[in-house]
């Protein structure tokens, strides 16, 4: 855990179903979660179809979780449809690259 993440309420996970990470299981902290392959993103995963910085996780004021595209190179999916921005949902599937992740919420 990094200094800017102990102190922060966790509110989800991803479980990471195939790619690289399989296996893994990624905390989500409130605030912004970044996912991609930069050292500056909160979530780093090891897949060489995964943008720098390709997308986002947030836990709203409105008590929704929203996934957001940052431009990425080969998109953003949940459940087999690209989303720029969207609501999620409890087992919804996420695709960045090669990495399948599992969303679970708490």
């Known amino acids: 855990m990094t200094e800017e993440t102990q102190d922060l309420d966790i509110i ?3 479980f990471v179903m195939e790619g690289n990470d399989k ?3 990624i905390k989500l902290f409130s605030g912004r979660n970044t996912l991609g392959t930069s050292p500056e993103c909160s979530i780093i995963l090891d897949d060489p179809g ?3 910085k390709h997308a986002s996780i947030r836990y709203g004021e ?3 979780y929203v996934i957001r ?3 990425s190179k080969n998109g953003t999916f949940v459940n087999g449809e690209e ?3 969207g609501k999620l949902q409890e087992n919804d599937v996420i695709l960045i ?3 399948k992740l599992k969303f679970k919420m708490l």
Do not use: M, Q
Request: without cysteine.
């Open 62 to 64: 409105d008590e929704d």
């Open 23 to 25: 296996g893994e299981v």
């Open 50 to 52: 995964v943008s720098a």
């Open 83 to 85: 989303v720029i921005t």
């Open 69 to 71: 595209d940052l431009d």
């Open 97 to 99: 690259g090669d990495s």
């Open 12 to 14: 989800g996970f991803l």
